[in-house]
């Protein structure tokens, strides 16, 4: 079953907050132990939401809107996508994680869409 844990943004995060060595190192062998059991297949931390821009679809048209977007605990700061045997395994992998953030945050599980699925 493949997953994809997302990283929920915070104050901070959309903020200038940037990781300590501490946090990356702590971060580092969370991903070290999610490669050596066979889960990870990719990670990667996204810039804040003012870097990044929207498209709005209505029918044909669409609109371009820039980032800052509002509502930073719906947007989401970074990802992991994980190839696990049920999403029980993936909750358990996602307990052991460190805080991805200074304060309060959440992690978000959302599994793929399989063919299987669509069956």
Not at 65 to 83: R, S, Y
């Amino acid at each position: 079953m493949r997953v994809m844990v997302l990283v929920k943004a915070t104050l901070d995060s959309e903020g200038v907050m940037i990781p300590t060595l501490d946090d990356l190192e702590d971060m580092g062998r969370f991903n070290d132990a999610l490669r050596q059991a066979g889960i990870l297949r990719m990670a990667d931390g996204l810039r804040p939401s003012r870097d990044g821009k929207r498209i709005a679809f209505d029918g044909a048209d669409r609109r371009v809107i820039d980032g800052p977007f509002p509502n930073p605990h719906e947007l989401v700061a970074g990802f992991w996508i994980w190839e696990v045997k049920d999403m029980d395994e993936a909750v358990a992998w996602a307990k052991k994680c460190p805080n991805p953030m200074p304060g309060p945050s959440e992690i978000e599980i959302r599994p793929f869409y399989e063919l299987s699925d669509m069956e």
